[in-house]
Each structure stands twice: as structure tokens, then as C-alpha cells.
């Protein structure tokens, strides 16, 4: 987190560990915010890797599991990066900016994926940097999120996906009512100020239970290399392309796209008990072993945790489900906000 930017958000109330804001003084309220009201939230525990020179698309889209020569100026895209063996080493929101091409992804990954694919520029003529510290990123969602923004940015892109830049940076679309904003940090407080008129500051938990809720999997170092894109969803959410060539793991992703019916999907569901990415799940018919993994989790406003979890398939459609140990506590499915494949 931006130093001068730590300080601002101190200065607003901020509780800050790392570099994540935990909250602004009283998470309940947050998180009943969340629900029904609109909310703003710092991006900061989210780090950005930074692409520039002339083959950055060509080089991007050997690595990438979407179709980065489709991602014009004004897109944005979900966006993925698998081991040979087809598993997630992470996943992004992408987007462009300026002469960048840019990949918003868990902090706690961000070394290991910058180092690995810094690895396989080789002579291309691509730059990969760090840019976590570059921009301040901002989340705003919620019933009056399209105005908030507005009035502070000037410009909203008028569908999911899209983009548009102004002079305080860029603002990104990704949803009906959320919107990702890449601003330069000098002008980041007079952002923030425009933007609580109609937006109640939140930590980064309350951020994570929207997102979570909206079906949006993050991959972080507890679920690295553990699941297929489509186990997480991805290619229901517009992060795979299956028309595009190679890339590490495309055999694999193609095959478990076209090859039988995938036992393991990515399901949203709530546990009155503590949860957290890379926590097992257990149920009746799989004895002695786990029959799925926790993706991420976040306190829900009722209590409990919200959490995306991939489990069997058969298992989550006749079993219950438990987590951390076969008696452990059970958790309720609910409805993605989403159809899945058949």
C-alpha cells in the first residue's frame, strides 16, 4: 500500500494490517451496509502486474486462458494462468491502461506469478513489473454505485466489461451495480471524499463477501494449483476461451471442457463457523477423505461465513456437507447468481 495512501485512510478511520484495511471502525455496520446500501473499499491487498512493450499481446496470449487479442482499449476481462497440468496458479480482472496491460490478483501470489511468467518473456520484446504501487484501486457497489462514481470520475462505462478513462484514471465495470476504479494516487483522496457522499467506507472482508456472492472465485496460496478453471467457474464468468490456441494446461482445460461431465463445480453456500481458503470439506459418501476445498470465505451480515467452495458434484447434490471434519459444521447451499453448464 501506498504510503501517502495508508496515511489518508488512517486519517478517515481506517484500521489497517498490512497492507489491508480490516475496517473503518465498526464492521457490523459495514457489512449491513453491504446488503442493501452502497459501499466504497480500498484495493490495496489486491496487487497489479503491469505488461507493456510491443508483444505484449502475442506474449499474453501464449499464457493466458481468455482471448487477451480481444481485450481492447475500453475492456476489461476475467483471466486466468494454469500450471502445465491445466491447474489455477491464479486469476485476474484485466484490463488496459495507458500502454499497460494490467492483471488486478491476490497480493499473496503476486511474486510467484510475476517471477513465472517473467520466465517465458525470454526475447520477446514485453516488460512485466510490479504496479501494485502505481495506482490507488477502489471498489464501489451498490444501489447508488453508478451515481457515486459518476459524480466522482465524470464517466461510468455503460455495460459490464467495459471501461473509460478520465482524467483522475480509469473506472471499470464489472458488474451491474460494481465498479473497479485504477486511479493516479494524487488525486485518490478527492475521489474517495466525492465518493462518500453516497458510499459507506468498508474493509476488505466486506469486499470479499460481495464479490464471493456475486460467484467471482480469487485464487490465493492456500488454492494455488489445485483446480481446473472450470471447477471455479471461470468459463461460466467469461474467463476461458476455447477458440483461442496453446497456452500451459490448454489440453487439460479443453478436455475437461469437452470430455464428460465435470465432478467438481464451485458452489456458494454459508457455515455458521469460521472458514477459510484451503479449509476440507466432508460428506457421508466419501469416507476418510475430503470431498472438496473452501476457494475463499468472508463474515456474512447474518453471521457465519459466506464462502465459494469446489466440492463433487454428487456429493452436493445429495449429500450435506461439512466442514473441516465429517462432524464438523454443515453448510447450507444457496444460489449462484449464475446457471451452470448442464
Known sequence: MIDSWKNFLQSQGALTEGGTVLHFGDPATERAAAVDGTIVADLSQLGVIAFRGEDT??????????DVRSLHADAAQWNGYCSPKGRLLGNFLMWRQDEDYCLQLSGDILPSVLKRLSMFILRAKVQARDASDETVRLVVAGKQAQAAVTAAMGAVPEAAMRSVAGEAGLVIRVGDDKFVLSITPERAPAVWQTLRAA??????PVWDWLRLNAGIPMIVAATQEQFVPQMVNLEVIGGVSFQKGCYPGQEIVARSQYLGKLKRRMFLAHVDAEAAPGD?????????QATGTVVNAAPAPSGGFDLLAVAQVESANTQTLHLKAADGATLSLKPLPYALPE
Open 280 to 288: 476440507s470439506l466432508y460428506s457421508a459418501d466419501i469416507e476418510g
Open 199 to 204: 458510499a459507506t467506507p468498508v474493509g476488505a
Open 57 to 66: 499481446a502475442a506474449f499474453l496470449q501464449g499464457q493466458l486462458t481468455n
